[in-house]
Nanobody, 128 residues
Framework: DVQLQASGGGLVQAGGSLRLSCAAS????????IGWFRQAPGKEREGVAC????????YYADSMKGRFTISKNNAKKTVYLHMNSLTPEDTAVYSC?????????????????????WGQGTLVTVSS
């Protein structure tokens, strides 16, 4: 079975950092792009970042550039999202997703339809 398990969320003060993990299983990790998405209360889901496992290409939403870094560990089949300088506006449920056609072009890295599998989210709460 395909599984994407997001973890690492929690409560952090503004200005702090968190590292989220997305552990993948049940599919060929290198053949997929992995994306992080988030959804804040009352808001639409938005793409945060993605990484192409075959070549390590990464794309970010403009508002995350410079603060968030996506990385991967092929041996562990895990993708990480390092989040720095967090603000209360970053409070959301963060989810990871995998797609064979995902994270190929920067213009559509956040296209939900390109992702085949979705994991449960992990809640990040940033206090002011």
């Amino acid at each position: 079975d395909v599984q994407l398990q997001a973890s690492g969320g929690g409560l952090v003060q503004a200005g702090g950092s968190l590292r989220l993990s997305c552990a993948a299983s049940g599919f060929t990790f290198d053949d997929y792009g992995i994306g992080w998405f988030r959804q804040a209360p009352g808001k639409e889901r938005e793409g945060v970042a993605c990484i192409r496992n075959s070549d390590g290409n990464t794309y970010y939403a403009d508002s995350m550039k410079g603060r968030f870094t996506i990385s991967k560990n092929n041996a562990k089949k895990t993708v990480y999202l390092h989040m720095n300088s967090l603000t209360p506006e970053d409070t959301a449920v963060y989810s990871c997703a995998a797609g064979q056609q995902a994270c190929v072009y920067p213009s559509d890295f956040a296209r939900v339809g390109l992702y085949d599998y979705w994991g449960q989210g992990t809640l990040v709460t940033v206090s002011s």
